[in-house]
């Protein structure tokens, strides 16, 4: 079915036609990170330089690889994590990807050395938020 325009409540003013405004140029920094839907190249949801700093010369607390290791947050920003230290834990990039996927359990890597992360992320979801994360929608 064809629309019509709606009808013009009030009249145009008369004079000069309207100018044509120049399009807005584009940031190159509004770019969507390389996870998201779009799959344009570009950062997600960096880490914050603390975090980065706190995983630095760590290994994977799942394989305990040292290559490649990425701060993976516990909480992710979108459910209320931030940039503190505590929020994130040191991960392969492998290992991160199924965590934010939702194909690994981390609890069971994270006790007991991992405590004050645990402690962070059940500040942010819950205690019972923070259980259903970590075990994948799990009870323990």
């Known amino acids: ?8 409540m009030t009249p145009l003013r008369g004079g000069d036609p309207p100018q044509r405004r120049t399009p807005l140029a584009r940031s190159t920094s509004l770019r969507p990170g390389p996870w998201t839907r779009s799959g344009t190249r570009g950062r997600a949801m960096a880490a914050s ?6 995983v630095v010369g760590r290994w994977c607390v799942v394989c305990r690889q040292t290559k490649g290791i990425t701060p993976a947050h516990l909480t992710p920003r979108s459910l209320g994590g931030c940039d503190d230290p505590d929020c994130v834990v040191p991960l392969c990039w492998m290992h991160h990807r199924a965590y934010d996927t939702g194909r690994l359990e981390l609890l069971a ?15 942010h ?8 994360r970590l075990t994948r929608g799990r009870a323990v």
């Open 49 to 54: 330089d603390a975090q980065r700093a706190k």
């Open 125 to 132: 979801l819950g205690l019972i938020g923070a259980l259903r």
């Open 109 to 123: 890597h994270l006790e007991p050395r991992w405590r004050v992360e645990l402690a962070h992320a059940v500040l």
């Open 1 to 8: 079915m064809k629309r019509t325009p709606p009808r013009r």
